[in-house]
């Protein structure tokens, strides 16, 4: 009896191995079912292929020369100043010693570019996500080299956003804090309002309650309404003779009271470590306080696999550089869209969903870097067709749990009502938008959206614009951005005289080729960042990788709870 239930046992683990070799097999053969998009440039696009490329390559030199002035932060005297004077790591070497390697996503780093009030370059602060002991972190880094560290409103709203990174996305978030506190002429833009500077507290709380770790390093100033950064953090670390916590500094003292106090004895590194606890790691050097933050990180309790299944990734069949060339310079001049989506998924393999329903929205499932994705991308204007099999196939994906995401390149214009039948096909195509903008904002699973032309009027809602909340936005850099695209704004004016409509269009649209570009946009933080079309495959690649983290945090019921209460 009893050798027989040993055999009985054997048997059952052998077809159990059996099962899981044959699922194991599946699931490598499932990688490799998709068919191939093989559509390489026709000579017939060949014309607009160049032109294209041309404008490509404009905006890209635009991009480097926007981002070699982003890279010099305040210039040369601030930086000597920064460096030599008050002995302290610039923000990129700090976030060397940080992060495991450099090769890190930065987020929106021409915010704070061509602003009234001035460029803020990279709005003072460098943010972005990045490995931290092998765990996906979001950072904040002040850049005390521009303005002195003081914080302006585009400086509030790019860490603000970058907490939002962390809470949608449940990534630990560290603070490198060296500010001077806020730009007072500019108070009434950073300070009363909800999306101001006090929301910055609030978010540290609430991702406390939500159990999202956060860590804080004090590497300069911490004055005013920034003191309250590191004490609200989880574990603060404190350099010694760099960082300073206090509410009023010395002036402010003196002014007070008449008493004289230097900064460290108000509030430096030794005060908060010995005397008021505010501080949990006294630092002697910032070499130091960032291997302080690496071990911190490493104490948190997530449970990355040991070593995850390595699967073979298949290279898209044509190089990433052809991208350039399919980045539309305008709406007329754009190629079909699968030629992109076939550069940028495995193998240039795309599993198309209704592929012959709804013609002008091209949906369906691929792989990038081994990532399950469905891809949703404007191949047209936004019929009414095209809403109905886009909702369908955004509904498809929250019920499976795949990532979405979104390749935007939105028509000029909305269409007009012209007669009593055009009425009646509008009514139905704005019934059938308004219910793929309902699916798009009530799906549940991850959203990335990339401008690859186009960003206009109510169709780019409809693709998971920045009002519907995706977890990441990207521009290419010969997107445009704008209710009515450039060269259309005939379209707004009612009938009048000849030659002052003709005026009014043509201030209108001189007006919308500046404000519609990817660089003004970004520059006020419409979006996550410019990237390079070449790039693209890479950054979805970081995206997905960072949105899987989340599988690995240790469950906990207080994190629901609080994000009901955003």
Request: charged share 20%; net charge negative; hydrophobic share 40%.
């Amino acid at each position: 009896m009893y050798s027989c239930m040993i055999r009985f046992g054997e048997q059952c683990l052998r077809c159990s191995l059996q099962c899981m070799s044959s699922a194991a097999r599946k699931g490598r053969s499932l990688q490799n079912t998709f068919p191939v998009l093989d559509l390489p440039l026709q000579p017939i696009q060949q014309h607009v292929y160049e032109a294209n490329l041309c404008n490509s390559a404009t905006c890209c030199n635009k991009y480097m020369e926007l981002r070699e002035v982003v890279r010099k932060g305040g210039g040369d005297n601030a930086i000597a100043r920064h460096t030599q004077r008050n002995k302290k790591l610039l923000v990129r070497e700090r976030l060397h010693l940080l992060l495991d390697d450099d090769d890190f996503l930065e987020l929106s780093p021409l915010a704070g570019l061509g602003l009234p009030y001035g460029d803020i370059p990279a709005a003072g602060a460098i943010t972005g996500i990045g490995r931290v002991s092998g765990l996906w972190c979001v950072f904040i880094a002040n850049d005390a080299t521009v303005k002195g560290g003081t914080s302006y409103p585009i400086s509030v709203k790019k860490q603000l956003r970058a907490q939002e990174v962390a809470i949608q996305n449940s990534l630990p978030c560290i603070y490198l804090v060296d500010s001077g506190g806020a730009f007072l002429p500019l108070q009434s833009e950073i300070f009363p309002d909800k999306n101001h500077g006090g929301r910055m507290f609030y978010n540290e709380a609430i991702m406390s309650a939500m159990k999202i770790p956060q860590v804080s390093v004090v590497c300069g100033s911490c004055t005013a309404g920034g003191a309250y950064i590191p004490t609200m953090a989880e574990e603060t670390v404190m350099v010694n003779r760099i960082g300073n916590i206090f509410l009023g500094g010395p002036p402010l003292v003196k002014a007070a009271t008449g008493e004289e106090v230097t900064p460290e004895e108000l509030g430096g590194a030794r005060l908060h470590a010995e005397v008021s606890g505010c501080v949990d790691h006294f630092a002697w050097e910032e070499e130091a306080a960032y291997e302080y933050a690496r071990n911190i990180i490493s104490t948190l309790n997530y449970q990355l696999p040991v070593e995850e299944e390595v699967q073979e990734e298949e290279e898209p069949l044509y190089i990433s550089e052809e991208l350039l060339g399919l980045a539309p310079r305008s709406y007329n001049d754009s190629l079909d869209v699968k030629m992109i989506v076939s550069r940028l998924t495995d193998g240039s393999r795309f599993q198309e969903f209704k592929a012959r329903y709804g013609t002008t929205l091209i949906t369906g499932f691929a792989r990038i870097h081994g990532h399950l994705v469905g891809i949703v991308a404007n191949n047209g204007k936004l019929t009414q067709e095209a809403a109905l099999k886009g909702s369908h196939f955004v509904q498809l994906c929250d019920q499976r749990d795949i990532p979405l995401i979104f390749l935007q390149n939105t028509a000029p214009t909305a269409p007009l009502t012209l007669c009593k039948a055009q009425a009646e096909i509008n009514s139905n195509h704005l019934k059938a938008q308004g219910s793929m903008m309902s699916a798009v904002a009530c799906a549940s699973v991850p959203k990335i959206t990339v401008v690859i032309g186009g960003c206009h009027g109510a169709d780019s809602y409809a693709m998971c614009g920045r009002g519907f909340d995706p977890n990441f936005l990207f521009l290419w850099p010969n997107a445009r951005v704008s209710m009515v695209a450039p060269g259309h704004a005939g379209a707004l004016f009612p009938p009048g005289t000849e030659d002052e409509q003709q005026q009014q269009e043509e201030d209108l649209n001189r007006r919308l080729e500046e404000e519609s570009s990817a660089f003004f946009s970004s520059g006020r933080l419409w979006d996550d960042g410019v990237i390079l079309p070449q790039d693209s495959r890479k950054v979805l690649r970081d995206c997905l990788d960072i949105i899987k983290q989340q599988q690995f945090q240790v469950s906990s019921e207080k994190q629901l709870s609080a994000l009901l209460r955003m």
